[in-house]
């Protein structure tokens, strides 16, 4: 990712949602991550407050947030194709998981300790990175 004032950002490609809220109306995204930038954007991206963007510089190691979202939801469900879960589609990060039959949800405890504890070592690198 790099930042860059919005006003230069023709041509560049978004690398995560752009959120317009005005409230008791709408909340929610006016642009999405992969969103090539027109001239005739710049107004919008103005109007909600965007004066920089980040845009994507793909790199090794580096996820978007709508595909690590993906990947939660594969290591949630089992896999995109669950015989007893359906999954929104990725927005602004977040997946909606929904149940498609009636019964009692189960916790592997110990996976869900693992996937944390993963987290917060990723969450550790990534600050140790930023500082670099």
Same mark, same amino acid.
């Given at each position: 990712?790099?930042?860059?004032?919005?006003?230069?950002?023709?041509?560049?490609?978004?690398?995560?949602?752009?959120?317009?809220?005005?409230?008791?109306?709408?909340?929610?995204?006016?642009?999405?991550?992969?969103?090539?930038?027109?001239?005739?954007?710049?107004?919008? *991206? $103005?109007?909600?407050?965007?004066?920089? %963007?980040?845009?994507?510089?793909?790199?090794?190691?580096? !996820?978007?947030?709508? @595909? &690590?979202?993906?990947?939660?939801?594969?290591?949630?469900?089992?896999?995109?194709?669950?015989?007893?879960?359906?999954?929104?589609?990725?927005?602004?990060?977040?997946?909606?998981?929904?149940?498609?039959?009636?019964? *009692? $949800?189960?916790?592997?405890?110990?996976? %869900?300790?693992?996937?944390?504890?993963?987290?917060?070592? !990723?969450?550790?690198? @990534? &600050?140790?990175?930023?500082?670099?």
């Amino acid at each position: 990712m790099k930042l860059v004032q919005t006003k230069d950002a023709v041509g560049h490609v978004l690398c995560h949602d752009i959120t317009q809220i005005i409230p008791g109306v709408k909340k929610g995204p006016v642009f999405k991550k992969g969103h090539v930038v027109r001239e005739e954007d710049i107004p919008v *991206l $103005l109007s909600v407050g965007k004066e920089n %963007l980040y845009v994507w510089e793909k790199r090794s190691g580096f !996820l978007h947030e709508d @595909e &690590a979202a993906e990947v939660l939801r594969d290591i949630c469900m089992g896999g995109p194709d669950s015989p007893t879960m359906n999954a929104s589609q990725p927005s602004e990060g977040k997946i909606e998981i929904s149940a498609k039959i009636f019964g *009692l $949800l189960k916790i592997n405890s110990q996976k %869900l300790l693992a996937l944390n504890i993963k987290k917060s070592r !990723l969450s550790r690198l @990534e &600050a140790k990175s930023k500082k670099a």
